[in-house]
C-alpha cells in the first residue's frame, strides 16, 4: 500500500501535515474531504518506503528501549510537562532508532490535535492493542500517568515469566545439541575408523560390535538422505503450522500433552489473567478488555475458544459462565472469576490467578529443569557407554585369544 503526505486546512482553519497509508490518492482525497477538510496538497512519497518512517512490522523495535521510554514519560507527565513537551524532551536526549522515527511522527500528529491513543492507534503495527487501550484509559480516567505504570508493571512482570522459561530451556537445548554432535562424530568418524581395524585382523565381531558397526554404515552411506528427509519433515510441519487447520489442530495438540501441555495452558492463563486485570484496572470496560486481551493468547485454539466468551459477553452472559462453556480453561481460575465477579473485586481476583498460575509454572519448570539435567547425561552416558563397550569387545576377544 503506497503512502501519502498531505497538508489540509481542518473545520477550524488550522493547517495539518500528516503522513499515512492508502490505496490511492483518489480514495485519499474523498476520505479527507468527506471529514470537512480543505486539500491544500497531497504527495505521494517516493525514495522512502512506510517501513522506513516507522518501526518495522516484524521486529518493531527492543522491548527494553519501549520500556524505558515508558519509564521516562510517566515521569515526565507526572511532573506537569505536556504530553508534546514530554516527547520533545524524551526526543532530544535519545539516539536516533526505530522508536524515535515513530515518536516523531506521533508527536506532530499530537501537536496537530490528535489525541495520545489516535495518535499511537495510527501505527498500530508498531504498538499492542494493549497499550493503545491503557492509553485510551488513561485519557478516560484523566490519569495517563497512572495508566503507564500499570502498563510498565504489566510488562516486568510478564518479562520475568518469559525469562525463566528462557533460563530453563536453554541449558537443555545446549546439551542436547552437544550430545547429538558428538553421537555423529562417534558414528560416522570414530566408529569407521576403528572398525576397519577389526576386519582386516579378521576378528569375529561380537553380536553388539556388528550391530553398531551395520548402524554407523548406514548412517554414513544414507547421511544426504538423512538430511533431506529431516529437513522435508521441517519444512512439512512449518507449512502445517502456517495453515488455518493445520495450526489449530497442532495448538490443540500442544495442550494435549501430560504435564507440558498443562503447564502450557497454566503460561496462557497467568498471561491472560494479568492483562485482564492490566486493562481493568485503567477503567476499560469487561467487554473491551476481553477483545483487546485477547492478543496475548497466542495458542489459536485457545483464542477460537476465547473469541466464543466475547460473543457470549455481548449477549448478555457472565465472563465466568461463558470462560466455563469453552471447556478450554482451568476449572480454578474460572471458579475464582465467579468469586470475583459476584464480590466485585474482579480486577484484584485476576491478578491473584495471574500470581498463583505464575508460581506454579515456575514451580513445575524446576521440577523439569531438575529432571531433565540429569536425565540428559544418564541417556547420554548409557549411549556413549554402548558405543565404548561395543568398541571394546573386540579387543578383549582378541587379546583373550592371544593369552
Same mark, same amino acid.
Given at each position: ?33 468527506? $471529514? ?35 519509564? #521516562? ?24 532508532? #526505530? ?8 508527536? #506532530? ?7 495520545? /491513543? ?15 487501550? %491503557? ?84 548412517v554414513r552411506s544414507n547421511f544426504p538422505y538423512l538430511f533431506a528427509g529431516l529437513f522435508t519433515l521441517v519444512g =512439512? ?9 493445520? !495450526? ?13 501441555? $498443562? ?14 486485570? =492490566?486493562?481493568?484496572?485503567? !477503567? ?8 483487546? /486481551? /485477547?492478543?496475548?493468547? %497466542? ?26 462453556? %469453552? ?15 459476584? /464480590? !466485585?473485586?474482579? #480486577? ?9 498460575? $505464575? ?21 547420554? !552416558? ?22
Amino acid at each position: 500500500m503506497p503512502t501519502f503526505r498531505y497538508r489540509i486546512a481542518v473545520p477550524g482553519g488550522r493547517v495539518v501535515e500528516k503522513t499515512t497509508l492508502a490505496e490511492s490518492r483518489a480514495l485519499l482525497k474523498s476520505q479527507l474531504q468527506s $471529514e470537512g477538510n480543505f486539500i491544500l496538497e497531497i504527495q505521494k512519497i517516493s525514495g522512502k518506503s512506510f517501513l522506513s518512517l516507522h518501526p518495522s512490522k516484524s521486529g518493531r523495535f527492543k522491548q527494553k528501549d519501549f520500556f524505558v521510554f515508558n519509564q #521516562e514519560f510517566s515521569v515526565l507527565l507526572r511532573s506537569g510537562l505536556s504530553i508534546v513537551a514530554a516527547l520533545d524532551a524524551i526526543i532530544e536526549q535519545s539516539d536516533p532508532d #526505530e522508536l524515535m522515527k515513530v515518536l516523531r511522527a506521533i508527536r #506532530e500528529d499530537i501537536f496537530s490535535g490528535e489525541s495520545l /491513543s489516535g495518535a499511537f492507534n495510527k501505527y498500530s503495527h508498531a504498538f499492542t492493542n494493549l497499550y493503545i487501550a %491503557t492509553l485510551q484509559a488513561g485519557e478516560k480516567s484523566g490519569n495517563i500517568p497512572l495508566s503507564i505504570s500499570r502498563y510498565i508493571e504489566y510488562m516486568k512482570k510478564t518479562s520475568e515469566v518469559r525469562q525463566k522459561l528462557i533460563t530453563a530451556s536453554v541449558y537443555p537445548f545446549i546439551l542436547t545439541i552437544v550430545s547429538v554432535f558428538v553421537l555423529f562424530f562417534l558414528l560416522i568418524y570414530v566408529v569407521p575408523a576403528i572398525s576397519g581395524t577389526f576386519f582386516q585382523a579378521g576378528t569375529k565381531l561380537p553380536f553388539i560390535t556388528a550391530l553398531l558397526i551395520d548402524f554407523s554404515t548406514g548412517v554414513r552411506s544414507n547421511f544426504p538422505y538423512l538430511f533431506a528427509g529431516l529437513f522435508t519433515l521441517v519444512g =512439512t510441519a512449518i507449512y502445517i503450522k502456517n495453515t488455518d487447520a493445520g !495450526g489449530l489442530y497442532l495448538d490443540q495438540l500442544k495442550l494435549s500433552f501430560p504435564f507440558f501441555g $498443562e503447564m502450557y495452558l497454566y503460561y496462557l492463563t497467568a498471561r491472560l489473567a494479568r492483562t485482564l486485570s =492490566t486493562v481493568l484496572g485503567g !477503567g476499560v470496560t469487561l467487554l473491551e478488555a476481553v477483545r483487546v /486481551s /485477547s492478543v496475548v493468547l %497466542t495458542n489459536r485454539f485457545l483464542r477460537l475458544k476465547y473469541n466464543n466468551v466475547l460473543k457470549s459477553l455481548k449477549e448478555g452472559g457472565s465472563f465466568s459462565e461463558s470462560l466455563s462453556t %469453552t471447556q478450554a480453561f482451568p476449572k480454578l481460575a474460572i471458579r475464582m472469576i465467579g468469586a470475583g465477579e459476584s /464480590s !466485585g473485586a474482579l #480486577e484484584q481476583v485476576l491478578k491473584d490467578i495471574a500470581e498463583f498460575y $505464575e508460581a506454579e509454572v515456575d514451580t513445575r519448570l524446576s521440577v523439569v529443569t531438575s529432571a531433565i539435567e540429569p536425565g540428559l547425561m544418564v541417556l547420554m !552416558g548409557l549411549l556413549i557407554g554402548f558405543i565404548v563397550l561395543a568398541l571394546y569387545l573386540p579387543i578383549f576377544q582378541l587379546a583373550g585369544a592371544i593369552g
